[in-house]
Structures are given as C-alpha cells and as structure tokens.
C-alpha cells in the first residue's frame, strides 16, 4: 500500500504501523532520560517528544527523520541554563524554556529568510571533534546517576577527579545496574526490531517493584508532573529575554546541524528529495509549541532517524504512530514509569551517544592530513572549558576558518593551451603559452570585503612587472555576485589601468555580477568589457582592438 497526499497532509502507509509501533519503544525511555542530562523534569522530555513527532510530522519533508529531545541539545542547554548565574532554580529554568522558544523563532525566521544552508558555517572536522567532546563529557556526567555520588565541580577534570577521589563511597549495586543495562542494550541493539531501551527499562521498573532499588539504595526517577503541564509563556524581564536570546543561538546552530545531517544523509540514501528551509519552519514550529508545555529543546538526531529508516517507514505517518503509541503509554504505564532507577536511564543515554566516542570517525583526518588541528582544538574545547564554551569557541573556529581562505585568495595567472581555446593556471600547467602584451589571471575564491583590497592589490603589483603590457583580463567565474567593498575594489583597480593606458575586460561573468556593473557603471570598464562570456572570448575581443596576433606567441 502506498502513500496517500492531500496538500502537505500524509496517510500512513501499512509499513508506517509497523515502524511507529517498533521506535515508540525507544523514544520514550530516551526523553525520560535526556530529560534527566538536561537538568529538567522528566515530563520536560516527554512532552518535546509530542511536540515533535506531532508538528515534524504533519510540516516537515523527510520520511525518516524523528523530530525528539537529543542528547547534544540536552547537554547544551544545560550548559547554558547553568551559565545564568544569582538566581533561583525556578528562574533558571523558566531562561531554559525561553532558549528553546527562542531557538524556534529563530529556526522559523531562517526558514523565511531561506537560510536552509547555514549549518554549513560549521565546519565537519570541527563538529565531529566537538561530538566526541561532548559525548566524553555525557558519559562521564551520567556516572554519579549510577555510583551515588555527586562532585561539586562542574568542569571535566575537576569533576573526573572529584569522582575518583570519592571511590569508597560509591554505589557498586548502581554501577553493577548500569554496566548489565550497557550490556543488555548491546546486545539486544543488534536485532532492531526489537525495543531494547524499553525491555531493559522494564527491568528496572520490574527490580524496583520487588524492592531491590531501596534494598540496593538506587533511587528511582520520581514523579512525572504530567498533570501540572499548561500552556504557558516564561515571566521573564526584557533583560533575561536577550540574554536567552544570545544562549539560544549557539543552542540553534548545534541542534539544526545536527538535524539537517541526519535528514541529509538518509535522503541521500535512498534518493529522497527534502527541503531544507521547510524542515526548518517544522523545527521551529516543533521547538515553539515544546516551549509552550515546558518542554526540552528537539531535533532530528540521527539514532531515532535512523531506528524509523530501519524499521521499514515509508511516510511522516510513521512519527505520527509513535507519537499516538507514547501517548497510549504514558496513559497507561505512568505509575510504572516513575519506578525507572537513575542507572537505567543513565545506560540509554550512554549507549545513545556511544557511536559519537568512535575514534575511526576522526581517523580520516589524520590520514589526509587535513584539519586535524580543528579537529583536536574543538575536542580539546569541550574538555577543558565546558559544553557552553566549548561549542562557541568550535563555532568561532569554523567560522574563522572560513573567514580566513576566503581571505587569503590565491590569484592565478593564465595561459592558453596548445591547439585549444581553453586557458590553466600556468603555474600548474607550464606547457600552457602566455598571451603577448596580455595578463589573464583568475582569483580562486569569490570576492568579498575580507578579501577583495588583497586581491585587488595582487593584481596591480602583478601589473607593474608586467613589460609591454597592453591589457589585462581578469576572470570572475568564481564570483556568483560581488558586495560594495568589491566594487569599490575593481572600480580602483579600472581607474589605474585607465590611467596607465591598459586595456581593462572581465571574463565569465555571472549575470548577477553582469547586471550590477551595468548599474554601476565604473569609469574605463565600459559594458562591451565585460561582454565576453569566455576568456577567450576577451582576448580575441582585445586582439582585434588593439591589432595584435597570437601568432607570434606560437613561433616564440
């Protein structure tokens, strides 16, 4: 049976029953769970992962991704609620709910302006490094869950160390509870069919029910408030709303980079098309409506989406079911589930960002020799200044290292090759013959206002030790558009040329760039110099007016 559309509306196909049915299984023991790593009440998790199956499922545009409460999302909002300092515990998470109010604003708002493209700002090496960074510190921070004792410090190697020292007074009955609860959730995660979060979770609730958890001294999660949940807005001052407003933006970034790389690659996989700027208004919407109930932060993480891939979903439906199956749950097993032990939830997220502690991921960097100083930098980070800190200083990284190759543009110089109307980097290609009384050269990266003067600035000292020259070609086939400080940049570069006597044309220019120089109309740059669509074009354009041959370029 396949798929029935109305509008952005999905009907379930029969495969979607199966598969809701299998990941309601897991996602509900994990919400509870990162409810717990975020600091929160467990009802915080389980009413995220309402908000977003429902709104992902009825918005958003790949058939596999599950919209829930994350481990990465969890972790950092902890982090930045716990960076507000002075103030009451209520108040601190009522800044908690406005980031992830805030985050969907934001989601929504890059979604209209089609920002669909902007996790690209963070570098790959520098998010792999910060992953394993993070999910170090998750899995040393759900350690006192288990073991019973809680360092009072909360950076890396304070905490590890308070930890150690503290050895005579742990809990091994707990630590005992959560090594079987690893054990048991390897196992039974190679068959994915079956629920393994929810079977070990029922474990628990079976061993506390017969009164082991306080004959072994394990506590249990405790109450979920589901009663008391509302729909509500934080009462917060102007003041604690910008400052949420500037937490929830590195909170943004993590959590839709992490979310459109798990869209993008099981697209990709099965040759779906997804639309990056509609799942963002569906995460925004998703993050709002979690915000209204007091709910966790929620993305598309790749362990849920890919459970939902596996379990054979063929539509949105599929996290649809699972949402209608939690929701039946919850109803019924709420008692139960208060009886959770903190060591089994501290396995599920464990085991959850497990495949992020994988050193092979980060090999191929050290194999191409290639960024790995980002990748140690950002991994270091984490370690040594926090999640908070850590993940803005990997987001400062990946965007100055954008800043700076595109800053550092290499200028190329170009020759034609022999028997051919195609020109090459001379300096790669030596065979390559330069054209008499002609420079062509090519910037390698678009120009923009970090980089445009340096460029510019190339140019003409290449100019000046250029003999006999009589017209320069300057090729922007790698310049979709150009900003003010680059038109400032040619326009000078034109006005020397025009007073040295040399010949300014422009090759490969894009319509965009075509149609403002037009509009601008710079003094010696004329429209019929930047008419010709390929560089030899211009120069059979410049042979022609000034009355030169490349005939003599060949005999040379």
Not at 9 to 23: C, F, Q, R, Y
Not at 212 to 234: D, E, K, M, Q, T
Request: hydrophobic share 55%.
């Amino acid at each position: 049976m396949g798929q029935l559309r109305w509008g952005s509306l999905v009907i379930p196909a029969s495969a979607d029953w199966v598969a809701g049915l299998s990941i309601a299984g897991l996602l509900l023991p994990e919400a509870v769970a990162y409810a717990g790593l975020a600091g929160a009440p467990p009802q915080a998790g389980v009413m995220a992962l309402f908000a977003g199956l429902l709104v992902y499922g009825l918005m958003g545009s790949s058939r596999f991704a599950i919209v829930s409460s994350t481990s990465s999302s969890a972790a950092v909002l902890l982090a930045a609620s716990s960076s507000v300092l002075h103030v009451s515990a209520e108040h601190r998470a009522a800044m908690g709910i406005a980031m992830v109010l805030v985050v969907g604003i934001i989601f929504v708002l890059a979604g209209l302006m089609r920002l669909g493209a902007i996790s690209q700002f963070i570098a790959k090496p520098v998010l792999r490094g910060f992953a394993m960074g993070l999910a170090l510190t998750i899995v040393l921070k759900q350690l006192p869950l288990a073991v019973g004792v809680h360092p009072e410090h909360s950076d890396f190697l304070h905490f590890a160390w308070d930890l150690l020292a503290r050895l005579p007074q742990w809990n091994f009955y707990g630590l005992a509870m959560l090594v079987l609860a690893l054990l048991a959730l390897r196992l039974l995660g190679r068959w994915r069919a079956v629920p393994a979060a929810l079977l070990v979770i029922a474990a628990g609730i079976a061993l506390d029910s017969l009164g082991y958890g306080l004959r072994w001294g394990i506590p249990a999660v405790g109450s979920l408030a589901l009663g008391g949940v509302h729909l509500a807005l934080p009462d917060l001052a102007w003041p604690d709303w910008l400052r949420a407003g500037q937490l929830a933006v590195a909170l943004a970034l993590i959590l839709y980079a992490e979310s459109y790389s798990s869209i993008r690659s099981l697209a990709l996989r099965h040759g779906d098309t997804v639309s990056a700027n509609r799942d963002l208004w569906a995460l925004g919407g998703a993050n709002m409506l979690s915000a209204l109930v007091q709910g966790l932060p929620v993305g598309a993480g790749f362990s849920a989406s890919s459970a939902n891939e596996v379990a054979g979903a063929k539509t949105r439906g599929a996290g649809l079911i699972a949402c209608a199956v939690v929701a039946l749950l919850v109803w019924q097993l709420l008692p139960w589930m208060e009886r959770i032990p903190e060591p089994m939830l501290a396995a599920i997220v464990i085991h959850a960002v497990g495949h992020s502690l994988n050193w092979k991921t980060l090999q191929p960097y050290f194999v191409w020799r290639r960024d790995r100083l980002l990748v140690i930098t950002a991994f270091t980070a984490v370690i040594l200044l926090g999640v908070l800190d850590g993940l803005l200083l990997s987001m400062v990284l990946s965007i100055a290292l954008l800043l700076k190759r595109m800053a550092q543009a290499r200028v190329s110089e170009l020759g034609r090759l022999a028997h051919s109307h195609d020109f090459v980097d001379i300096q790669r290609h030596p065979e390559a013959m330069a054209v008499p009384h002609v420079l062509i050269v090519r910037p390698e990266e678009r120009l923009f206002f970090g980089n445009a003067d340096a460029v510019m600035a190339d140019i003409s000292a290449r100019v000046a030790r250029a003999s006999g020259l009589k017209a320069l070609i300057l090729s922007l086939e790698e310049c979709p558009d150009l900003d003010s400080t680059s038109v400032e940049a040619l326009s000078e570069l034109a006005r020397q040329l025009l007073h040295s006597g040399i010949q300014l044309r422009l090759a490969r220019v894009k319509d965009e760039v075509r149609e403002l120089l037009q509009l601008v109309q710079i003094p010696g740059l004329e429209p019929t110099a930047y008419a010709s669509w390929s560089v030899d074009d211009a120069v059979q354009g410049i042979e022609d007016s000034i009355g030169f041959s490349n005939t003599s370029s060949s005999e040379s």
